[in-house]
């Protein structure tokens, strides 16, 4: 099992930053994903950004060039730094850790850009 604890979410104004941090406790394997995703009421989950524990990195096209996923593998715990927000950036963000085919969430947070 895997748990997920959220923190950086918060209100922002438009232009503004907010850095994202979810770290990872329990027991898993060495090599895994962690990312963020984002969901607006009633639409689907997607994707924001994922990184490998060998470093690689995808990112959603919408935040390309923004946000900045990184990881610190011996605290397990992934940061999304996101610059240049927009309004339409807000919504419920969730952790994601996964482990083989095994998905894991956080509970999510909430981050608020105001124009």
């Known amino acids: 099992q895997v748990q997920l604890v959220e923190s950086g979410g918060g209100l922002v104004q438009a232009g503004g930053s907010l850095r994202l941090s979810c770290a990872a406790s329990g027991t898993f394997f060495s090599i895994n994903t962690m990312g963020w995703y984002r969901q607006a009421p009633e639409k689907q989950r997607e994707l924001v950004a994922t990184m490998h524990s060998g470093g690689s990195a995808n990112y959603a096209d919408s935040v390309k060039g923004r946000f900045t996923i990184s990881r610190d593998n011996a605290k397990h715990t992934a940061y999304l730094q996101m610059n240049s927000l927009k309004p339409e950036d807000t919504t419920v963000y969730y952790c994601?850790?996964?482990?083989?085919?095994?998905?894991?969430w956080g509970k999510g947070t909430l981050v608020t850009v105001s124009s």
């Open positions: 994601n850790f996964r482990d083989g085919s095994v998905n894991y």
